[in-house]
T-cell receptor
Framework: NAGVMQNPRHLVRRRGQEARLRCSPM?????VYWYRQLPEEGLKFMVY????????ESGMPKERFSAEFPKEGPSILRIQQVVRGDSAAYFC????????????????FGSGTQLSVL | AQTVTQSQPEMSVQEAETVTLSCTYD???????LFWYKQPPSRQMILVIR??????QNATENRFSVNFQKAAKSFSLKISDSQLGDAAMYFC????????????????FGTGTRLQVTL
């Protein structure tokens, strides 16, 4: 049973390019969370998605960032026109049910994508 | 807003010794979860231990235990019989149990403590 898979592991982009980060949740999981970790900092929540729905995007920057979790395929975090400040590790996590209701649902993290903007 | 504070950027412990990592948090909620995550150089976030705020008994997982002081909003992690494999970043995290919106699902992390284990 593969864990949460993120790719690529490392992504290098030049300023102004687009970055696409992919996350395949654990098998059977339909809830995905994206977090960002800046150097020497803890993880910061960005967005919470269920299949085809954004549930909470309170941590997403208002511009250039978007996320989706289609019915088929991985969740995608998309960053348009990247800037140097976007350089960070982006983590995806998944759970099997809505933690809001279950309460003690365990969250599984991927190994992250390290985005470097030149 | 909830905040989590880890005041020790780095800690060091000798192999087989015991070390305690500190964490304090601020919240107006009465029902929540607290976590300690380990992040080794591989970057994988690994859940070490979890505490439900309504439980007075401190959680333990093998060599890992917590000292949960709800009134003081303190949640420290004790690692006994430290091993070289314990060297990593350790993050304290918080989550409320439930809310009327979907925000209950997000974790709030501290800035981490880097633990070194020496021979």
């Amino acid at each position: 049973n593969a864990g949460v898979m993120q790719n690529p592991r490392h992504l290098v982009r030049r300023r102004g390019q687009e970055a696409r980060l992919r996350c395949s949740p654990m098998k059977g999981h339909s809830h995905v969370y994206w977090y960002r970790q800046l150097p020497e900092e803890g993880l910061k929540f960005m967005v919470y998605l269920q299949k085809e729905n954004i549930i909470d995007e309170s941590g997403m920057p208002k511009e250039r960032f978007s996320a989706e979790f289609p019915k088929e395929g991985p969740s995608i975090l998309r960053i348009q026109q990247v800037v140097r400040g976007d350089s960070a590790a982006y983590f995806c996590a998944s759970s099997g049910s809505e933690m809001l209701k279950v309460g003690n649902e365990k969250l599984f993290f991927g190994s992250g994508t390290q985005l470097s903007v030149l | 807003a909830q905040t989590v504070t880890q005041s020790q950027p780095e800690m060091s412990v000798q192999e087989a010794e015991t070390v305690t990592l500190s964490c304090t948090y601020d919240t107006s909620e009465s029902d929540y979860y607290l976590f300690w995550y380990k992040q080794p150089p591989s970057r994988q976030m690994i859940l070490v231990i979890r505490q439900e705020a309504y439980k007075q008994q401190n959680a333990t997982e093998n060599r890992f235990s917590v000292n949960f002081q709800k009134a003081a909003k303190s949640f420290s992690l004790k690692i006994s019989d430290s091993q070289l494999g314990d060297a990593a970043m350790y993050f304290c995290a918080y989550r409320i149990v439930r809310s009327l919106t979907g925000t209950a699902s997000k974790l709030t992390f501290g800035t981490g403590t880097r633990l070194q284990v020496t021979l």
